[in-house]
């Protein structure tokens, strides 16, 4: 290629160079613009005024050159017009500045992932599979308890009583299942449970005979002052001699407490047979009141009793 063709290709952008250069002088010289660009030939006088300020920088302009300057800088050609606002615009802006928004947008996306995450691949299954287990349980687990519960009962008693009352325990349990109540099923299984318990425990119900406590007592109860309530005071020990805790109801008051002793209301002609007893030799002999054998609910007594019980005195 030769030196005068590669000049040629190179002038109009030198031009265009030199144009842009005028320009920019232009808008520095903002005071010459305004007072060049007021009167008639503006643009005679304005291009001398540049040729001038170019020849003072030792710089050689062509008149056509300074003419594209003056022409460029009406037309605004080189000037920056800063883009209308749109979405393009503004999603442009913030990913220039993505190093400032960048790193607190990618750990709140961070934070969010891993709470979603755990969301829905910890908590929600843990939830589904507790919902899941409760289903199962009222569905199968606790009927089962129940009917297993019944039929020990049914075994193991010698009373219909026991039977009857277990088998109403388990149709109020499993209705309470089939509804979804957990409350009533487990209490019905409580129930149950006291009831298979209850069954099971032999005791001897002994007359207490112990420096300190009293062996009977009399009261007058408050419905009736006239008449007279006799009790004799007494304890559930076990075939090991293990004094037992047992819910006694207290009749004055209604309520069940879990005591160690309580008095039994019994006949005056007991309560008057226990004090001789006692008053001769200080030993009760006969201590036995009654007899707790295995798969009966009830005490068997040997003694005349009443029935009643109190558990405070």
Request: net charge negative.
């Amino acid at each position: 290629m030769s030196t005068t063709t590669a000049t040629a290709e190179k002038a109009p952008l030198d031009e265009v160079m030199m144009a842009m250069d005028v320009v920019d002088t232009l808008r520095h010289r903002q005071d010459l613009v305004e007072r060049e660009l007021a009167g008639e030939d503006r643009e005679k006088r304005l291009i001398d005024k540049l040729r001038e300020i170019y020849h003072q920088q030792g710089i050689e302009v062509t008149d056509d050159v300074l003419k594209e300057g003056v022409k460029a800088l009406e037309e605004s050609r080189f000037a920056y017009a800063p883009p209308k606002s749109s979405l393009g615009v503004t999603l442009a802006r913030l990913y220039v500045k993505r190093r400032r928004w960048g790193p607190a947008v990618l750990a709140i996306l961070l934070v969010a992932a891993l709470g979603l995450g755990g969301y829905f691949l910890a908590y929600r299954p843990f939830q589904q599979a507790q919902i899941e287990g409760a289903r199962i349980e009222l569905a199968e687990k606790l009927p089962a308890q129940m009917d297993a519960l019944y039929q020990t009962i049914f075994e193991e008693t010698k009373v219909q009583q026991a039977a009857t009352e277990a088998e109403q325990l388990r149709e109020r349990g499993k209705k309470a299942a089939a509804e979804g109540n957990r409350a009533g099923a487990e209490q019905a299984i409580a129930g149950m449970t006291a009831l298979r318990d209850k069954l099971r425990q032999e005791y001897q119900l002994r007359i207490v005979n112990r420096e300190g406590q009293k062996t009977g007592f009399w009261t007058f109860p408050e419905v009736n002052t006239a008449a007279t309530n006799y009790y004799v005071v007494v304890e559930a020990i076990d075939n090991d001699g293990k004094a037992l805790t047992l819910p006694v109801t207290n009749e004055e008051n209604g309520q069940t407490e879990n005591v160690s002793t309580w008095g039994v209301r019994v006949p005056e002609s007991t309560y008057r047979s226990v004090e001789a007893d006692k008053r001769d030799d200080g030993i009760v002999q006969r201590n036995v009141l009654g007899l707790k054998e295995y798969g009966f609910l009830d005490v068997d007594y040997v003694m005349p009793v009443q029935g009643g019980a109190v558990t405070r005195w």
